[in-house]
């Protein structure tokens, strides 16, 4: 079956601290694959995507992640977390072919401390 | 601006009624998506479309039902049948041609009284 596993709910960063989101997949196939940010009662933002080519991938806000095929994982990283990154992190696949719905996890809520 | 708007951003319902959400997009996507999102539970897809006048049940599907009937337009109605209504909407579209993400709505919640 396919799916995202998001094994962390809940992560606490000192601000200023270095951050990792970890994100699992299970896929028929390599998918495509997201992180999107959440804030409280807000639609979601891309923060970053992989379709192909480099694994490390950078994305907005200071955010970068890494596709690792043989472990399945496209963890988030960021080196200093600041206060204004307290939201809630979705790891998403999607299949190759268009129009497919994408499949989240459950997310991680991100809490900075000062 | 291009984007997504869903309405309204807070609804409130009486037991027993439908409600409809709406969603338009002028991103020109033919995809578009209805999730649900509940505290822990991430987003469940609901509904999804590719095309007008076509659209395929997602995971959680019972309760809800859609329409496609422009490009631009996905509404969604929360029937009397959906046992628990009271949650998070967000509806989302995505382009068919190209590597392209889901671009995201603001949601709507939805608050059974």
């Known amino acids: 079956a396919q799916s995202v596993t998001q094994p962390d709910i809940h992560i606490t960063v000192s601000e200023g601290a270095s951050l990792e989101l970890r994100c699992n997949y299970s896929?028929?196939?390599?998918?495509?694959l997201f992180w999107y940010v959440q804030s409280p009662g807000q639609g979601l933002q891309l923060l970053l995507k992989y379709f192909s080519g480099d694994t490390l991938v950078q994305g907005i806000k200071g955010f970068e992640a890494e596709f690792k095929r043989s472990q399945s994982s496209f963890n988030l990283r960021k080196p200093s977390v600041h206060w204004s990154d307290a939201a809630e992190y979705f790891c998403?696949?999607?299949?190759?072919?268009?129009?497919?719905?994408?499949?989240f996890g459950k997310g991680t809520t991100l809490s900075v401390s000062s | 601006d291009g984007g997504i708007t869903q309405s309204p951003k807070y609804l409130f319902r009486k037991e027993g009624q439908n409600v409809t959400l709406s969603c338009e997009q002028n991103l020109n996507h033919d995809a578009m998506y209805w999730y649900r999102q509940d505290p822990g539970q991430g987003l469940r897809l609901i509904y999804y479309s590719q095309i007008v006048n076509d659209f395929q049940k997602g995971d959680i599907a019972e309760g809800y039902s859609v329409s496609r009937e422009k490009k631009e337009s996905f509404p969604l109605t929360v029937t009397s049948a959906q046992k628990n209504p009271t949650a998070f909407y967000l509806c989302a579209s995505q382009g068919l041609s190209g590597n392209t993400e889901a671009f995201f709505g603001q949601g709507t919640r939805l608050t059974v009284v």
């Open positions: 998403a696949v999607g299949a190759r072919q268009a129009g497919t719905a994408l499949i």
């Open positions: 896929y028929g196939a390599t998918p495509y």
